[in-house]
């Protein structure tokens, strides 16, 4: 009996370092070229402490589920273990592939962001998740959202009114798409000239061993 647990801890083993090692990208495959720059003028502000040598980038869409699970399960643990000890930060750029309810959540991101509360919006919008193509993403739950964490509300509806940020939510999911980004979420690690993508919610260990490989 203890052989044949030995021998499955020995399998699991192996099939947990093929897996990870999948998403594992050579830093110098670049699908596309990109500056920091470029990414801070389309993404939101730093999570994090902006000196810090290693830059997560997650783009994602506020329906995705599996961006829901992410931020439900490993970004607490990322949050904790890697942005609050100063070791990365993290930026969040929009790929909105649900439709125009993703624009507009998105946009009602950034018109929060003129208010200095992106993260605290961010985080709202993820906590109120309910599904892919559901409708649950209206005017009426974006302006209770912006109730829940302080917002002037005629300041963010007038900013929504406007469309002030549609057009960045439109480039931010054409820019993804030219740097090869296909799917939510995806993150680039960037440290340095190395990058290194990882798609999908994968489990935690994946973005501790990328991390700390950095």
Known sequence: MAKYHLIISII?????????AMYFANPQDKQGD???SQILELGSPY???????????????YQCTFCYKFHTSSLDTVKREY?????????FVDFPLNGPDSVLAAEASHCANDQGKFWEYHHEIYKNWAGERTGWVTRNSLNMFAGTVGLELDKFNSCLDSAK??????????????????????????SG????????????????NTLDSL
């Open 47 to 61: 999570e994090g402490i902006h000196s810090t040598q290693i830059t997560i980038i997650e783009f994602g869409d």
């Open 83 to 91: 942005l609050d000890s100063g070791k990365a930060n993290l930026v």
């Open 12 to 20: 699991i083993g192996v099939i947990a370092a093929t897996f990870a």
């Open 165 to 190: 940020y549609h057009q960045r939510v439109l480039d931010a999911y054409e820019f993804g798409q030219k740097i090869g980004i296909n799917a939510t979420p995806s993150f680039l690690i960037v």
């Open 193 to 208: 000239d190395k990058i290194i993508k990882i798609t999908g919610n994968q489990p935690i260990d994946v973005f501790r």
């Open 34 to 36: 990109f500056t920091m």
